[in-house]
């Protein structure tokens, strides 16, 4: 039993004041996604079936190029959001919910720069 207060007890726990902008990021990429994974699946049924040349001469037109780093940034970035909250949720001590935050945003911005890389170098080729 403690002889500390409920206010001592949560002081200093209270809101980070950044709740509001992760749930509404992470709404927004949720809308955003929608598009952009209908224009994928579309245009991936379209060229499914090309060579690589055709396939390139297609993804250099700027408009796919640019709606699929879009895509990409997005999904990456979205993904970051949701691991970040299951992680706050359900990872306990404090250091391994840190280390595990930090390391799938490490490895969500490699494997995101690697794809646009990829996406810019065929588009750009």
Known sequence: ???RTPLGFVRGLG????????????RVT????VPLVLWFVISLLSVSRVDYATFQQW???PIRAGLMVAL???VF???NLGMQVIYED???????KFIAVLATQF???VLGAISIVAVLKIALA
């Open 90 to 96: 359900y990872v306990r001590p404090e250091c391994k």
């Open 72 to 74: 990409l940034a997005t």
């Open 15 to 26: 809101s980070a004041k950044d709740g509001t902008h992760h749930w509404w990021m992470q």
């Open 30 to 33: 949720s809308v955003a996604l």
């Open 107 to 109: 490895v969500l911005f």
């Open 59 to 61: 993804l250099s037109n």
């Open 1 to 3: 039993m403690s002889i």
């Open 77 to 79: 970035y979205h993904a």
